[in-house]
């Protein structure tokens, strides 16, 4: 019943930015840490950030300062605003709990090109 379903990737040129949305069924994210992952082609799926269930976000170092991850908990929602996108950010982006669990979402592609 646990769905995940990620939105907001798309086409961005380096600078740009991008808003990703992850709508959230089966599960309460109020009490549940939540993250975001990232994976690219020959890589296992990388922790990008995550927030506690009382809010606290922690950041992978790559990523730190330019992207933050937010939840509305009314909306059983979890985001993350991504700023200053490099080609390196390119990767399909998922959201999951955290610890993640095996009830990934289709993800959501973003793509940082000039």
């Known amino acids: 019943q646990v769905q995940l379903v990620e939105s907001g990737g798309g086409l961005v040129q380096p600078g740009g930015s991008l808003r990703l949305s992850c709508a959230a069924s089966?599960?309460?994210?109020?009490?549940?840490?939540m993250a975001w992952y990232r994976q690219t082609p020959g890589k296992q799926r990388e922790l990008v950030a995550r927030?506690?269930?009382?809010?606290?976000?922690v950041y992978a170092d790559s990523v730190k300062g330019r992207f933050t991850i937010s939840r509305d908990n009314a909306k059983n929602t979890v985001y993350l605003q991504m700023n200053s996108l490099k080609p390196e950010d390119t990767a399909v982006y998922y959201c999951?709990?955290?610890?993640?669990?095996?009830?990934w979402g289709q993800g959501t592609q973003v793509t940082v090109s000039s």
């Open positions: 089966g599960i309460i994210i109020r009490i549940n840490a």
């Open positions: 927030i506690s269930s009382g809010g606290t976000p």
């Open positions: 999951n709990r955290f610890p993640s669990d095996n009830y």
